[in-house]
């Protein structure tokens, strides 16, 4: 569904919709341990720091990133919902215990994963406040970035034990 | 504890710490009810138009005022966490299925109940993004008008059967 004919509100958000072939268990360890997540959280070169990872509905999600140039990324946020090895959503709208943030891009993240003959069906769905809040995620780069961390995760996944 | 000695993140709160004259259940009882909610919900002569109501984690409440002179205050929000009879979190930050908002006011209240001697202890400490919004909200009447409903509350509960 395109930006002009979904439902109003799913007009703010950026969808990504893949296969991935890897185990959807070992996609979702990949996911919840932050030991591995700082494998595959953003796109190499950069690195990953876990500032925080409290894995419940309210629990501090920290990531900091870090590039070779020096440049740096700090994404504090909040998870929301955990249904194991099924959904998992978080915010930069709040942080740990609720608190309201001031997030340079405000969205809410929707992951859910199937089976599906091959693999598993990877669906990230990132919501934000506004059409100009989206409009300005895309011109960053979300398909390109988040995509190459799917990819990332994808090819993490497949050598896990 | 004042905002110049509370530890940095709990100097962007409000807090409002009474003891109500009725019993913690009625109170339950008139905060999770939308039509008994709307009895108390905004000060007089004002009223409120509840628009939403799903009392679980993620679901949509959001509120409409309306005042004598024709004013009015949209007011949409989602609720983040309810501890039957004890707790109850809501946010202007996320509306209905944890979507991000463009609130007018970004805040994250958590209202806690405990029995006390002589009816129960209600506190509710509403937390705000930065201290700008906090003292934006104070000067806009916050203790004002949250006492004002808190006291309507502790009235319309007591003559609950």
């Known amino acids: 569904m395109n930006a002009k004919t979904a439902p109003a509100a799913e007009r703010n958000d950026l969808v990504i919709d893949r296969l991935v072939r890897a185990p959807r268990e070992k996609l979702w360890r990949a996911w919840t341990d932050p030991v591995l997540l700082k494998e595959w959280w953003c796109p190499k070169p950069w690195t990953t720091e876990v500032r925080a990872f409290e894995l419940r509905p309210g629990g501090d999600f920290h990531t900091f990133m870090s590039g070779p140039d020096g440049g740096t990324s700090d994404n ?9 090895r099924q959904r998992l959503v978080f915010t930069s709208m709040l942080t740990g215990g609720w608190r309201p943030n001031t ?27 506004d059409a100009a809040t989206r409009e300005r995620h895309a011109e960053l780069g979300f398909f390109d970035g988040w995509n190459t961390c799917i990819t990332q995760l994808e090819a993490f996944a497949q050598q896990l034990p």
Chains 1, 2 share one sequence.
């Open 76 to 84: 504090p946020g909040c998870f929301l919902e955990i249904e194991p």
């Open 103 to 129: 997030p340079w891009m405000g969205f809410t993240a929707i992951i859910t994963l199937a089976d599906e003959l091959g693999g598993t069906r990877y669906v990230a769905r990132v919501m934000h406040p």
